[in-house]
Structure formats: C-alpha cells, structure tokens
C-alpha cells in the first residue's frame, strides 16, 4: 500500500486529493497546525480514514519527526497562505508560509526520506503581468502580488532540489480551480453565496472591484487528478494545468444570476476598496503538454462550475448549514 503526505488537507485542494487517494488505495497522513480551532468541514466524511501528525511548515523539527512518521512514497505541499489579496496585508507571512515553508518540507524530505516524491502546488499568478498568451510552462514569469512573488520562490525551490539532489520534485502551475469547497474569501464562492442569499431574499446587493479581470477557471476535482498524475510518470517535470479558455468576473456573475432567474446588473455595486493594488488581468493557460504526457483533460465545463457552486450554496443555505 502506497503512503502519502499532505500540507493543507483541509483545504479545498486537499480534501479532493485525500478522496482520490483513499480510492487508489493510499494511506493517507496529514500535517495538522497546531490551532485552538480546527475547520474540517471539507474532510469530516472521511477523517476516520487520515492519521494526523502535529507540525507547522514553519517549524523545520516538526516537518521531519512528521516524515520519519509517515514515512510516505509521495508528498503532496498544498498549504500556503493562499488569498492573493490577503497578501498585500500580510506580506511578511504570507513569504514565510507559502515560499520558505517550501525549503523546510524539501529539506525535511531530503534528510529523511529522499526516494519520496514532492508535489509543489504553484500557481498561476506566477505569471502576473503576462508576456505571453496563452502561457506554458516556458511562458517567463511576472508575479504581480506578494503571493506570486512566494509561489515563484517555491517553485524554483522546487527545480532547484531536483537539480540539485536528483530528488522526484515537480510543479503543477495550477490556474485558477474552483469549486463548492473553495474558502469564503474568494471571488467566486463569495458570488455564489451571495446569489444564493439574494435569491432567497437574505441579502441585498453583492460589493465586488474588478469586474474585467478575466481567470481561466476550472473544477478543483479535475485539477487533483493531474496532481496525482505528475507524481506517477518516469521521471519529473512541471505542468501547466487550465482549462484553456478565459473568463471575466462578469462573466461568472451572468451564468451565477441566470441560473436563479435574475439578473446581475440589479444587484452588483462596484467597491473600489476591492480593486487589488496590481491588477492580473489575463490569465489563460496551455495544457498542451499535461494532456499529451499525463492524458489528463477536464470533465466539467465553466458553466457546470458556476452552477454546481451556486446550487451548494442554495443546499446549504435551506439546509441551515
């Protein structure tokens, strides 16, 4: 049976790749941070089946008492402090946690168990400022957030311990993946919730910044599968994982809004204290090379996604949850 490690469980991210994992037949261990409060809502239903390990990818000592522990095949790192706007106002955490924790996993990994392959979860804003469209994974990067600027740091960290150690490292330059477990914060959960409340009469209006800014979103259920993938080829390598198609905020606003019988226009009021300090306007991502060598491809399209979000909201919502 193949063991597997994973940062940010918890996480939308996390809790997907754990039910892949569990029907693939892994053991499965996760890194808990030590916290007073822990959310578990996206794993409950399969908590009985993970063994926990305490340990902060901030504390070097922890991560490799956690790797002698678990002892794994496979390491999968999809913690970080993972709110792009969040970062402008947590600049100095938001390095520590999402660019050195990188370094103290891999050194942790190095130390202990250096035959496991590492997963790096990196990001699409990596590329920022875009020179090229669509981008692929020889696009030059242009990070335009402090969270950018850390997952670019984690990503050549990552390159560099394969270089460097001949270690199975790789990258997933992952664009933007939604879905009903995604964090309240983001702008697309953030719709989805309020589309519902709007319908159900519990909320007004919905305050967003940029509605132009255009993302090349996808299902985070699709995007754990490539993960999987990556770490299961001959040899290591980075992948851009996307969609290949792009949207705008007003976009997703408009399918959100139809799907409830409304229209958008009555209820969303532009709030310039949302706009980010730099803007990523455009974001669209070649996979060519992860369906050609992986044979990965999505299964759900931009408005399957849009709906699926709203109607957990809608569930959740009446349910009283």
Known sequence: MKKAFITGITGQDGSYLAELLLSEGYEIYALRRRSSVQKNENIEHIMSRIKF????????????????????????????????????????????????????????????????????????????KVVEIPQTEKTPFYPRSPYGVSKLYGHWITINYRESFNMYTCSGILFNHESPRRGHEFVTRKIANAVAKIKLGIQKDLPLGNLDAKRDWGFAGDYVKAMWLMLQQDKPEDYVIATGETHSVKEFLSVAFRHVGLNWEDYVVIDPTLYRPAEVNLLLGDC????????????????????MMVESELRKIEGGS
């Open 288 to 307: 060519k090379k992860a369906k050609q060598e992986l044979g990965w491809q999505t299964t759900v399209s931009f408005e399957q996604l849009v709906e």
């Open 53 to 128: 390990i305490s340990g902060d990818l901030m504390d070097l000592p922890s991560l490799i008492e956690a790797i002698k522990i678990a002892k794994p095949d496979e390491v999968y790192n999809l913690a970080a402090q993972s709110f792009v706007g969040e970062s402008w106002v947590q600049p100095i955490y938001t390095s520590q946690v999402t660019a050195l924790g990188v370094t103290n996993l891999l050194e942790a990994i190095r130390l202990v168990k250096p035959d496991a392959r590492f997963y790096q979860a990196s990001s699409s804003e990596m590329f920022g």
